[in-house]
């Protein structure tokens, strides 16, 4: 057979339609009794019978992330443990004697859908404790934001 096999990308960076019109969706013919597809150029496409599970990834912005005023560099620590989120952020040095808000932006997945506990740090110190129920609302992206008591 010669059959050219057409996969969309993960991300789609270019801008273009993925894929180009002459292969939408609506392009391709469902036949039910035979369980295929026929593609644009008349090709039969047949199932492999394996289920593909999508992953997905939220942006998190945390603000108002208070420092010293001196921290060298800022780092972001990410670790992923089933259903528990570690976020650890650091500074390089606390040298100075005032302290200033800097905001943070990461992405974080490879993410199914689910409920997960969050834990924020910074350094050794425990900051802040979370959870968030990651869905189709809630997978593009989410605040953290300092609130002064």
Known sequence: MNIKTYVAPQENISGNKIPTPE???DKFRFNSQDDCYTCPEGQ????????????YRTH???????????PGHLSVDI??????????EAEERGL????CPYDFNFRIGPMDY???NFILKK??????????????KTNDSNII???EK
Do not use: E
Request: charged residues 15%; glycine residues 4%; contains cysteine.
């Open 23 to 25: 292969y939408q969706d």
């Open 44 to 55: 039969i496409l047949r199932s492999n019978g394996r289920w593909y599970k999508k992953f």
């Open 60 to 70: 998190i912005t945390h603000v108002n992330s208070f420092f010293n005023c001196d």
């Open 79 to 88: 670790k992923i443990q089933n259903d528990t989120i570690v976020i650890n």
């Open 96 to 99: 100075a004697n005032c302290i």
């Open 114 to 116: 689910g409920t997960y």
């Open 123 to 136: 350094g050794v110190l425990l900051y802040i404790r979370f959870s968030i129920d990651f869905n189709s």
């Open 145 to 147: 934001a300092h609130v």
